[in-house]
């Protein structure tokens, strides 16, 4: 079993930063991936961008050049970095660990950030 716990949301002025942070309990194993998730009001909750324990990362095409998402296996924790921050960032934020099984995928998933960016 894992658990996660996010941190770091807030409000911010757009053109700001923010930090996220997600902690991991339980075995995080090589094979899992661990991402960041956003859902805003009335949408579907959507891939911001993920990490391997390589450190291979994909993102959406919106935070290209301004987020960075890293992870600290020795900790199980995982990062998002953003800056230049815009008022459509503004969503709840969830963290995301993905586990391959024999069949399928496990998904595992924080509680939730809420960021907030002013205009």
């Known amino acids: 079993q894992v658990q996660l716990v996010e941190s770091g949301g807030g409000l911010v002025q757009a053109g700001g930063s923010l930090r996220l942070s997600c902690a991991a309990s339980?075995?995080?194993?090589?094979?899992?991936?661990m991402g960041w998730y956003r859902q805003a009001p009335g949408k579907q909750r959507d891939l911001v961008a993920s990490?391997?324990?390589?450190?291979?990362?994909s993102y959406v095409d919106s935070v290209k050049g301004r987020f960075t998402i890293s992870r600290d296996n020795a900790k199980n924790t995982v990062y998002l970095q953003m800056n230049n921050l815009k008022p459509e960032d503004t969503a709840v934020y969830y963290c995301n660990v993905r586990r391959p099984t024999t069949l399928t995928t496990r998904d595992y998933w924080g509680q939730g950030t809420q960021v907030t960016v002013s205009s």
């Open positions: 339980g075995r995080i194993g090589s094979i899992d991936v």
């Open positions: 990490i391997t324990s390589g450190g291979r990362t």
